[in-house]
């Protein structure tokens, strides 16, 4: 299971650079022919995914590793890490687009240089299209697998073909006489780049910070608890997110008449049951409480 995890992730990995290599190679090519600073930070998006790749990579096959002694739980916060680590760097290369844009406003340079060609407009089109591909084809594998780190991968080419988006309407703009698209557009991609980022940050933090599953989750648990034989009710179910992987304890009530082997089998049936049915469940303890100890129970 970890093994194809990893060699899922791998393979979509691979694919992205080689993609963002070509595009952003591209994509610089036609800035530069076409006069289009809009087309060149764009081209500075597309190659900052290519490291941001590699720190996927990373924090997959950290994520991946067996428990050891120093980290009995495991390394799935890795990936939480390495979500951080690209939130970070997509956030960096926003501010610094917009900064490079806003700085071109304001000092008036885009008056003067020369309208941008249509090599810059193709270059735009080819790459909202591309990249919107590779959203879809990475957010696939993303929830197949449920990498947390691979869909913030996936995000970040959706914002970058958000942001050629805005490369195209600046380049139009610049074209039909007004210059001041051109660096507008870059202003409007560095938003696109921050809000993605944030988004990734709050996703891994979430993930960080052992937040509990969904409402909809914890009844599907609660409902394969109550589904066996013995089990009279639930006292207590408590659930954390560990990277991309859940953490349950839960106490069931039942009969105390019954005989200390005759509580621990059935408690044993609902520990095996939900692995069995929730793949994301790495560890689950179940505790069995006997009726009429005063706890409230939730049946």
């Not at 691979?14 to 081209?43: E, Q």
């Not at 913030?152 to 007004?178: F, P, Q, T």
């Not at 013995?230 to 349950?248: A, M, W």
Request: negative net charge; aromatic residues 6%; hydrophobic residues 45%.
């Amino acid at each position: 299971m970890e093994h194809s995890f990893e060699k899922t992730a791998m393979k979509v990995s691979f694919v992205t650079i080689v993609v963002n290599l070509l595009l952003s190679a591209f994509k610089l090519a036609a800035g530069l022919i076409a006069h289009s600073g809009a087309m060149l930070s764009d081209a500075v998006h597309s190659a900052s995914d290519v490291f941001s790749t590699f720190i996927v990579i990373a924090g997959i096959r950290i994520a991946g590793k067996k428990s050891d002694k120093e980290h009995p739980y495991g390394h799935e916060r890795m990936e939480c890490v390495a979500a951080i680590v690209l939130a970070t760097l997509l956030c960096v290369t926003g501010l610094g687009i917009g900064s490079s844009a806003l700085g071109t406003i304001v000092r008036g340079r885009y008056d003067t240089p020369v309208v941008p060609g249509l090599l810059a407009l193709a270059a735009a089109i080819g790459s909202i299209v591309t990249k919107e591909a590779m959203f879809w084809y990475t957010r696939g594998y993303a929830k197949k697998i449920d990498s947390g780190a691979l869909m913030a991968d996936a995000w970040h080419h959706r914002s970058d073909a958000l942001s050629s988006v805005g490369a195209l309407v600046g380049i139009m703009g610049a074209r039909m006489g007004y210059p001041v698209m051109d660096p507008a557009a870059s202003i409007v991609i560095c938003l696109f780049i921050v809000k993605a980022a944030y988004e990734i940050f709050k996703d891994a933090i979430d993930k960080m910070v052992d937040k509990a599953c969904d409402d909809a989750v914890e009844e599907e648990l609660r409902e394969c608890a109550l589904s066996h034989a013995g089990v009279l009710g639930i006292d207590l179910l408590q659930t954390r997110v560990f990277g991309n992987k859940i953490y349950v304890d839960l106490e069931i009530c039942a009969d105390g008449t019954k005989t200390l082997e005759e509580t621990h089998a059935i408690a044993e049936r609902v520990h095996d049951s939900i692995e069995q049915h929730f793949p994301k469940v790495k560890h689950i303890m179940v505790h069995v409480n006997p009726t009429g100890t005063g706890k409230k129970t939730y049946g």
